[in-house]
């Protein structure tokens, strides 16, 4: 099965991609088979310099679709010819610091009844993904469809649900860490997606980029903790502890007044913790913990973290190791009775099973628990 090739003339100064690069309306309608509706359906990438990888995430999604578009920003290798050979229309965008600007001229020139929104450097997996993609053609596009995201990184994997599949209407809004604009019911579909964009050699080529977009955008929304979180996100994958536990100091400041808090707390928790273990302010991060247990009560992330700090304090402070080990074995034990929670946002897969486990098995050899 091949996608009909086609490669749009390149936008000058305009965000939207020229009438010519865009599918006419008419095709948005559904077809007849029979008495079914069918809805066309379309992946949507933003690309720049994804040689490497698009041809990997086109191939993992090309059975399931109707449709590829690969809006381009400006690549000078063969990410173009790539795409093309894999069978994508082509479609070009001049690079303008605002991830929004360039996924919604991607949807204007896909122009489906549901599109499939991925990123260069992510790929298809899962026995039912394909399933759930090929249902789509016979599901009216009235909500927004969530996907399980697997991240790998260096030593783990983090999983979480994003919303990915969104019906034809639906934009996005935000400069980056960019998020759909709707009013629709969101529903969490069968599809599995890995990420590989947080390896070491990946992020290297990266380092920067989103650090400028995100201060861009806090000088746009001060009071934005989401982008204060982001930006911390990012400052930590670089190792910059000091930068980006500001940051999380000060989305925390942001939330104060804030009756519920976001999903994504326990994750910026965790971060935060590991990041005070990294400076050594094992007292500043114990004090932050506790004001944090009854909002993480729920998170395995969270008590890993914490029994990862302590014994960090621990091995600095060998002294203290009568008191602290107690409290690690507590933490982790704690990880076990949650168990894995790949609901929560950036939960990292073994923290509540396997990972705890082995480090509880370590700390109760080097330090055998007492009678109780």
């Not at 009216?140 to 019906?167: C, K, M, N, Y």
């Given at each position: 099965?091949?996608?009909?090739?086609?490669?749009?003339?390149?936008?000058?100064?305009?965000r939207?991609?020229?009438a010519?690069a865009?599918r006419p309306?008419?095709?948005?309608?559904?077809?007849?088979?029979?008495?079914?509706?069918?809805?066309?359906?379309?992946?949507v990438?933003?690309?720049?310099?994804?040689?490497?990888?698009?041809g990997?995430?086109?191939?993992?999604?090309?059975?399931?679709?109707?449709?590829a578009?690969?809006?381009?920003?400006?690549?000078?290798?063969?990410?173009?010819?790539?795409?093309?050979?894999?069978?994508a229309r082509?479609?070009?965008?001049?690079w303008?610091d605002?991830?929004?600007?360039?996924r919604?001229?991607?949807?204007?020139?896909?122009?489906?009844?549901?599109?499939?929104v991925?990123d260069?450097?992510?790929?298809?997996?899962g026995?039912?993904?394909?399933?759930?993609l090929?249902?789509l053609?016979?599901?009216?596009?009235?909500?927004?469809?969530?996907?399980?995201?697997?991240?790998?990184?260096?030593?783990?994997?983090?999983?979480?649900?994003?919303?990915?599949?969104?019906?034809?209407?639906?934009?996005y809004?935000?400069?980056?860490?960019?998020?759909?604009?709707?009013?629709?019911?969101?529903?969490?579909?069968?599809l599995?997606?890995a990420?590989?964009?947080?390896?070491?050699?990946?992020?290297?080529?990266?380092?920067?980029?989103?650090?400028?977009?995100?201060?861009?955008?806090?000088?746009?929304?001060?009071?934005?903790?989401?982008?204060?979180?982001?930006?911390?996100?990012?400052?930590?994958?670089?190792?910059?502890?000091?930068?980006?536990?500001?940051?999380?100091?000060t989305?925390?400041?942001?939330?104060?007044?804030m009756?519920l808090m976001?999903?994504?707390?326990p994750?910026?928790?965790?971060?935060?913790l590991?990041?005070?273990?990294?400076?050594?302010r094992?007292?500043?991060?114990?004090?932050?913990a506790?004001?944090?247990l009854q909002l993480?009560?729920?998170?395995?992330d969270?008590?890993?973290?914490?029994?990862d700090?302590?014994?960090?304090?621990?091995?600095?402070q060998?002294?203290?190791?009568?008191?602290?080990?107690?409290?690690?074995?507590?933490?982790w034990?704690?990880?076990?009775?949650?168990?894995?929670?790949?609901?929560?946002?950036?939960?990292?897969?073994?923290?509540?099973?396997h990972?705890?486990?082995?480090?509880l098995?370590?700390?109760?050899?080097?330090f055998?628990?007492?009678p109780?």
């Open positions: 099965m091949r996608w009909p090739s086609i490669t749009s003339a390149a936008c000058a100064t305009r939207r991609v020229p010519r865009r309306a008419a095709s948005r309608c559904t077809e007849r088979r029979g008495m079914a509706s069918r809805w066309r359906t379309c992946l990438v933003i690309a720049r310099d994804e040689a490497a990888t698009i990997r995430l086109l191939d993992s999604v090309r059975p399931f679709v109707d449709d578009l690969v809006l381009d920003t400006g690549s000078t290798d063969d990410t173009v010819r790539l795409a093309q050979a894999a069978g082509v479609a070009h965008f001049p303008i605002d991830f929004s600007a360039a919604n001229a991607a949807l204007d020139a896909a122009g489906a009844d549901w599109h499939l991925l260069a450097d992510e790929w298809l997996i026995e039912g993904s394909g399933a759930a090929e249902a053609r016979a599901t009216p596009p009235e909500f927004v469809g969530t996907i399980v995201l697997q991240d790998h990184f260096d030593g783990g994997t983090a999983r979480s649900r994003l919303s990915r599949v969104l019906p034809g209407t639906v934009r809004t935000g400069r980056i860490h960019e998020q759909p604009a709707h009013a629709l019911p969101v529903r969490p579909l069968e599995q997606v990420h590989d964009g947080y390896l070491p050699e990946r992020l290297q080529v990266k380092q920067g980029r989103n650090e400028e977009l995100l201060r861009a955008a806090i000088d746009e929304a001060p009071s934005n903790p989401y982008l204060w979180y982001q930006l911390g996100k990012d400052l930590s994958v670089y190792a910059r502890f000091a930068d980006a536990e500001t940051a999380f100091a989305a925390s400041d942001r939330l104060a007044d009756p976001p999903a994504w707390w994750d910026l928790v965790a971060r935060r590991f990041g005070l273990k990294s400076l050594k094992h007292a500043d991060g114990m004090v932050f506790e004001t944090q993480c009560a729920e998170s395995p969270f008590f890993f973290a914490l029994g700090l302590l014994l960090d304090w621990a091995a600095d060998p002294e203290q190791a009568e008191v602290l080990v107690p409290m690690i074995d507590d933490a034990t704690r990880c076990l009775e949650i168990g894995e929670r790949p609901d929560q946002p950036g939960a990292v897969a073994g923290r509540g099973s990972l705890a486990a082995y480090n098995e370590l700390l109760r050899a080097a055998p628990p007492s109780r």
